[in-house]
Nanobody, 122 residues
């Protein structure tokens, strides 16, 4: 079955950097979108960044210029480099794969990683 495994969370001081990675495994034919959503306690989940199979990217306004997302289609992996981190970036970051075609199901489906805690504080 399709699974997403995340790594790279942690705790840093403001202005620091972290890099998140996510790898999709299973009998996957293609994944259109890969990216991250985040959710802070008591707040709604929001899209942070995503990238298509063709390399087109979308970023939340709050992270533009600070975060960079990239992917390796051959490995079904996605990387998000997070620089100049701010306390308001503190959240659980969930990897998401959307528009997944695999041998598991007919059509396209989405999957979620287990979540990675990112904490930015002094």
């Amino acid at each position: 079955q399709v699974q997403l495994v995340e790594s790279g969370g942690g705790s840093v001081q403001p202005g620091g950097s972290l890099r998140l990675s996510c790898a999709a495994s299973g009998s996957i034919f293609s994944i259109y979108f890969m990216g991250w959503y985040r959710q802070a306690p008591g707040k709604q989940r929001e899209l942070v960044a995503r990238i298509t199979t063709g390399g087109s990217t979308n970023y939340a306004d709050s992270v533009k210029g600070r975060f960079t997302i990239s992917r390796d289609n051959s490995k079904n992996t996605v990387i998000m480099q997070m620089n100049s981190l701010k306390p308001e970036d503190t959240a659980v970051y969930y990897c998401n794969a959307d528009g997944v075609r695999s041998s598991d199901n007919i059509g396209r489906h989405d999957y979620w990683g287990q979540g990675a805690q990112v904490t930015v504080s002094s």
